[in-house]
């Protein structure tokens, strides 16, 4: 029983090297299509109702697909990228809020309620009556 | 002409029908009798009626093309084919608060014909407060929206129906969508009766259990045949968008689900009632204040909203004077209900019901922040910003992976107290769900860490739950849904992981390669039908064992209104869909192609299929007494 127990923690400790192990595989910095697709996903066409930049046929999506990848072939990353976008339209633009002054309590209020129901639940279930 | 003034009177009949509804309860209420008349049944299903005819009428309106009412004329168009011009009928403003009307009035009819043995102050008080919702909603549609109003002269032909919306799936999203949202009204109503008649108990919880389970299981519905259309009709192979339309029918679907197994314990073991009557009310709540979003037109800006704000206004304070009511009804009536105290022990089913209502209402916080915060920043501020997937992948995800793990242990703990046996199975299953996350993570090629403990968390609750529906002991329904539910979340992974796509602007004759698949343009053809003339583009896909699969996606141009939709062409087998989708570029022989591969897609709407096959089991075996 005992040396079953025991395997099944080698086993444990397998995995956890494996995961460690991911975490030391280098990305690969090359621009790819997938890199254009995730930016354009990530952008919301202006001129349309509610469509990312990827998904939109518009012309203005067309032309900013254009531009991401010459963007991307001159060598600028992703965060490059779309805070010249933020800064040339404005947050509306790019769907990830980011964390601002602005929004701040969007990003920390979810959080700060989740804490509050865990301490009620605590002061519930060990509260001695 | 004559239909339409009769859908008119019909709707002020309704109201007036009110009127003595309220007359009577409250006299029945006064000599506290044991059993209410038949009148009050036979008002509440007068009322229905009335309402009932309205609809019909506004159908009829719509059927025949009568262009002297303003609705028909503003949604409708003779060339229109008649099933979309039945479906029409609530695919507009007017159309669908008179479905909203038709839903409300019908619970309560269900609700008193469903609660003959239970005591007839709470039934009055429910129908009292319940008329409430109903007069505020017939004032709502008679004085800000009313679907009846004529226009002179009277126009010969109509405007037409957003061609999107001429969809099979579409035509029955809204029915069955609004029986789950308008049906947690009656809910509400219950609720705050059986709080004023002191009835908050194991037999209410028993009996309200199933028009949780009802409007539970047809929003679920609702919101998957929402996310079928938009996945075929929106062209892009997406299904859900976190776009604020959906958020508003996730907020009430949390809610009802934390209620769902927050009413259980209150069933089994008289806990959590303050905690339940909440729950009854912010679930109303947050369909109203979906309806108010949607209705409002201040989703889309706040300046559509400042051009015509009488109905959002009215919703608004409509909303308010709800929630102020039930605040006072529950402050008054807080004592006398909520005396009783127990103990909960850490392990046990209390608890973890405790937990599962902790992280849903989290969840439902990041949803209902994440849609109103914008609206807020854009009023007060005047800064626009839009808080998309990122920002709901980022809070969600992370948190759905205790979560899920609390979902696994959850059903295999029992009331009052649980001794923990680890036994061998355990072990078992643990390393099973280690070997399968490991394989899938090294098979779709995300070597990630938190993508990996996504994995093993699912797979855990898949397996987990695969093990306890072999128990008897357990609830089969809840354990059913639960395997769905977790079916859903690795079919999601897997699909948003492995999904591939190629975008290609190519003439006809041409071709192009995804993944050992070749795509050739063989041809195009020019169809006309009723409302609509369709360019047809006809591609065969050779896959990598070169047999031939055969894909014919649409540009559609309807004249009425003039509008150029894009109909996918899709494959679906067991492991991946192949989805196609065509566009024309503008004076170019080219033609824009996107053709993607889908992994799983089916598994999401059978996976929800599960989900709410789970419900239906929970309702049609109510009558035998189980554990849950």
């Known amino acids: 029983m005992k040396s079953k127990k025991l395997s099944i923690i080698k086993i ?118 | 002409m004559i239909i339409s003034q009769l859908g008119y009177y019909s709707l002020i009949f309704g109201l007036l029908t009110s009127i003595f509804i309220f007359f009577n309860s409250s006299i029945q209420l006064k000599k506290n009798s044991p059993i209410i008349s038949d009148k009050i049944t036979g008002l509440i299903g007068f009322q229905f009626f009335f309402v009932f005819i309205s609809f019909i009428s506004l159908i009829y309106s719509f059927v025949i093309s009568d262009f002297s009412n303003e609705t028909v004329y503003n949604n409708s ?50 129908t009292l407060l319940h008329q409430i919702i109903v007069i505020g909603f017939f004032v709502f549609v008679l004085k800000t929206s009313n679907p009846f109003n004529e226009i002179f002269p009277v126009q010969t032909e109509g405007l037409g129906l957003n061609p999107i919306l001429q969809d099979p799936i579409l035509g029955i999203h809204p029915p069955i969508l609004y029986l789950g949202y308008v049906g947690t009204s009656i809910i509400f109503s219950a609720a705050l009766a059986s709080m004023i008649s002191n009835y908050v108990n194991k037999s209410w919880a028993k009996n309200i259990k199933f028009w949780i389970l009802f409007s539970w299981i047809f929003l679920t519905g609702g919101i998957l045949l929402g996310s079928i259309w938009a996945y075929y009709e929106l062209g892009w192979g997406g299904f859900w968008f976190w776009d604020p339309v959906e958020n508003v029918s996730l907020m009430p679907w949390l809610s009802l689900t934390a209620l769902l197994h927050c009413i259980v314990t209150l069933e ?40 015509d704000p ?61 849609t109103i915060y914008p609206i807020f920043l854009d009023v007060i501020l005047d800064e626009q910003i839009s808080v998309g997937p990122p920002f709901y992948n980022k809070l969600i995800l992370p948190f759905l992976i205790p979560f899920v793990l609390f979902m696994s242990i959850g059903p295999s703990m029992k009331w009052i107290k649980t001794n923990f046996k680890i036994g061998a199975k355990s072990f078992f299953v643990i390393v099973f769900t280690l070997v399968l996350s490991f394989f899938t993570v090294n098979f779709i090629g995300e070597k990630n860490v938190f993508i990996l403990l996504l994995f093993i968390g699912f797979f855990y609750l898949f397996l987990k739950s695969l093990d306890q529906l072999r128990e008897k002991t357990k609830n089969f329904a809840q354990i059913f849904s639960h395997t769905g539910f977790s079916l859903l979340l690795i079919s999601i992974l897997l699909n948003s992981f492995s999904s591939k796509e190629i975008v290609k602007n190519i003439q006809v004759g041409e071709s192009f390669i995804l993944k050992n698949e070749k795509i050739i343009f063989k041809k195009i053809a020019i169809e006309k039908e009723k409302n609509y003339e369709s360019i047809v583009g006809f591609f065969e896909i050779l896959d990598d064992k070169n047999r031939i699969i055969n894909l014919q996606p649409e540009i559609r141009i309807y004249n009425e209104p003039e509008m150029t939709t894009s109909e996918a062409s899709i494959k679906t087998t067991l492991f991946k869909d192949r989805f196609i989708t065509i566009n024309i570029i503008k004076d170019q022989n080219f033609f824009n192609i996107r053709y993607q ?18 419900g239906m089991f929970a309702i049609f075996r109510k009558n035998k007494e189980v554990n849950i």
């Not at chain 1, 990827?54 to 012309?59: I, L, R, V, W």
């Open chain 2, 597 to 614: 591969h889908k992994p799983f897609m089916i598994w999401i709407w059978i996976s929800t299929l599960i989900i709410i096959m789970g």
């Open chain 2, 77 to 126: 168009h003779t060339t229109k084919p008649l099933f979309y011009k039945i479906t029409g009928t609530w695919g507009n403003h007017e159309g669908s608060l008179l479905l909203w009307l038709l839903v409300l009035s019908g619970v309560l009819l269900g609700f008193i014909i469903k609660s003959k043995n239970e005591p007839s102050n709470f039934r009055l008080l429910t």
């Open chain 2, 268 to 307: 089994k073991r008289e806990l959590f009632k303050k905690w339940t009557i909440i729950l009854c009310i912010i679930t109303f709540a947050l369909s109203m204040v979906g309806t108010f979003l949607v209705r409002s037109g201040i989703l889309n800006s706040v300046h559509t909203f400042a051009n």
């Open chain 2, 310 to 370: 009488s109905r959002g206004i009215y919703i608004l304070t409509f909303l308010l004077v709800l929630v102020l009511l039930s605040f006072v009804i529950f402050v008054i009536y807080e004592n006398k209900n909520f005396t009783q105290k127990s103990e909960i022990f850490v392990l046990s089913k209390e608890t973890a019901v405790l937990i599962n209502n902790w992280f849903i209402l989290y969840f439902l916080s990041v949803v209902l922040i994440g």
């Open chain 1, 12 to 129: 444990i400790i397998f995995f956890f090297l494996i995961f460690i192990n991911y975490n030391s595989i280098a990305k690969s910095s090359t621009y790819s299509e997938e890199q254009t697709i995730n930016i354009t996903k990530n952008l919301r066409c202006l001129i349309c109702q509610g469509q990312t930049i990827h998904e939109s046929n518009s012309d203005f999506a067309e032309s900013m697909k254009k531009f991401i990848k010459s963007e991307l072939e001159n060598g600028k990353t992703n965060e490059e990228i779309f805070s010249s976008l933020v800064e040339k339209y404005g947050q509306w633009i790019v769907y990830d809020p980011g964390i601002s002054k602005n929004t701040f309590l969007l990003w920390t209020l979810p959080l700060l309620l989740f804490l509050i129901g865990g301490a009620i639940i605590v002061k519930k279930i060990f509260k001695k009556i």
